[in-house]
């Protein structure tokens, strides 16, 4: 009676490793860019108790320099209101670069509540 082996080659174990590896370097790349949306959305909604379109902007200035935010200032923000409510709202867009020309192009927005 023939016996098969089973498990995984050395090449699927090398291309599993690689895949693994490539998704390990991705996620760590994109993971700083959640936390700053986070520290962004928690600034938008700080700004929006500000009284005047200037005032929000300072707040969220403010809070962006405490929360080292450099993807977004204070004048890229949208200030309407809503009701009784001011709102605060952005959109803005990350780049990261992947290898040669390719990038992963990130597309954040949000709004206070």
Same mark, same amino acid.
């Given at each position: 009676?023939?016996?098969?082996?089973?498990?995984?080659?050395?090449?699927?174990?090398?291309?599993?490793?690689?895949?693994?590896?490539?998704?390990?370097?991705?996620?760590?790349?994109?993971?700083?860019?959640?936390?700053?949306?986070?520290?962004?959305? /928690?600034?938008?909604?700080?700004?929006?108790?500000?009284?005047?379109?200037?005032?929000?902007?300072? !707040?969220?200035?403010?809070?962006?320099? !405490?929360?080292?935010?450099?993807?977004?200032?204070?004048?890229?923000?949208?200030?309407? /209101?809503?009701?009784?409510?001011?709102?605060?709202?952005?959109?803005?867009?990350?780049? !990261?670069?992947?290898?040669?020309?390719?990038?992963?192009?990130?597309?954040?927005?949000?709004?206070? /509540?």
């Amino acid at each position: 009676m023939k016996h098969r082996q089973r498990g995984i080659s050395f090449i699927g174990l090398l291309f599993v490793g690689g895949v693994v590896g490539v998704a390990f370097v991705l996620a760590a790349q994109v993971l700083p860019t959640l936390i700053e949306l986070q520290a962004i959305t /928690k600034a938008a909604n700080k700004a929006s108790g500000g009284s005047t379109v200037p005032e929000i902007r300072a !707040i969220f200035d403010k809070a962006g320099a !405490i929360d080292d935010i450099h993807s977004i200032s204070g004048k890229d923000l949208e200030v309407s /209101k809503e009701g009784d409510k001011t709102v605060v709202a952005f959109a803005y867009t990350r780049e !990261i670069h992947m290898a040669g020309p390719a990038y992963l192009l990130l597309k954040y927005n949000g709004r206070s /509540k």
